[in-house]
């Protein structure tokens, strides 16, 4: 069964640049795509990017200009850079597989809370 | 203000159905498959529906989906009060080369 678990600081002061990690277990990184999603407070699921394992990226167009993504195939792990946060940025990151014919995600992580907070 | 649309919140009584509807366009639902997803707080989404109407393995048939044009349609039957949740659905949007959620719909068990 694949497992993901994201890790990273939870909490970060505005303009700071938030860094998650998801690290995969139980299946290899390569052939799927791998996403993050994001959920604030009370809010629904927004979808953030996602990375092909051999590093080409789709980005949310509203996050584009502060986005990085990476992929770590001898880890079997990605990562999220996302700069100059602000209290907006605060949510529940989620990191999840995505099929690589269509357009699901079929395993997620339990999430990680980071809060952006002076 | 979410890409796909759905209800906020729809209800009924143990045992009936509830039919949760996810609206969008020619970018998104009318061109991609849409998925569906339950989501409990404090819990990671899961899976119910891929490919417009495919389940995993060990989500019941209770649960179904549907799609067409730019609409799609999530079919819960013989609710249970372990139904109660968010749902969400999802798809890719062709023109925004994204993916794009649904703002949720809460299920409540009267």
């Known amino acids: 069964q694949v497992q993901l678990q994201e890790s990273g600081p939870g909490l970060l002061k505005p303009s700071e640049t938030l860094s998650l990690t998801c690290t995969v277990s139980?299946?290899?990184?390569?052939?799927?795509?791998w996403n993050w999603i994001r959920q604030p407070p009370g809010k629904g699921l927004e979808w953030i990017g996602h990375?092909?394992?051999?590093?080409?990226?789709n980005l949310n167009p509203s996050l584009k200009s502060r986005l990085t993504m990476s992929v770590d195939t001898s880890k079997n792990q990605f990562s999220l850079k996302l700069r100059s946060v602000t209290a907006a940025d605060t949510a529940l990151y989620f990191c999840?597989?995505?099929?690589?014919?269509?357009?699901?995600?079929?395993?997620w992580g339990q999430g990680a809370l980071v809060t952006v907070s002076s | 203000q979410s890409v796909l649309t759905q209800p906020p919140s729809v209800s009924a009584a143990p045992g009936q159905k509830v039919t949760i509807s996810c609206s969008g366009s020619?970018?998104?639902?009318?061109?991609?498959?849409v998925s569906w997803y339950q989501h409990l707080p404090g819990t990671a989404p899961k899976l119910l529906i891929y490919?417009?109407?495919k389940r995993p393995s060990g989500v019941p048939d209770r649960f179904s989906g549907s799609q067409s044009g730019t609409s799609a349609t999530l079919g819960i039957t013989g609710l249970q009060t372990g139904d109660e949740a968010d749902y969400y659905c999802?798809?890719?949007?062709?023109?925004?080369?994204?993916?794009?959620f649904g703002g949720g719909t809460k299920v409540t068990v009267l």
């Open positions: 999840a597989r995505g099929a690589d014919s269509s357009y699901y995600l079929d395993f």
């Open positions: 139980g299946g290899s990184i390569s052939r799927y795509y």
């Open positions: 990375i092909f394992y051999t590093g080409s990226t």
């Open positions: 020619s970018s998104n639902i009318g061109n991609n498959y």
């Open positions: 490919d417009r109407n």
């Open positions: 999802g798809t890719w949007d062709s023109s925004l080369s994204a993916g794009v």
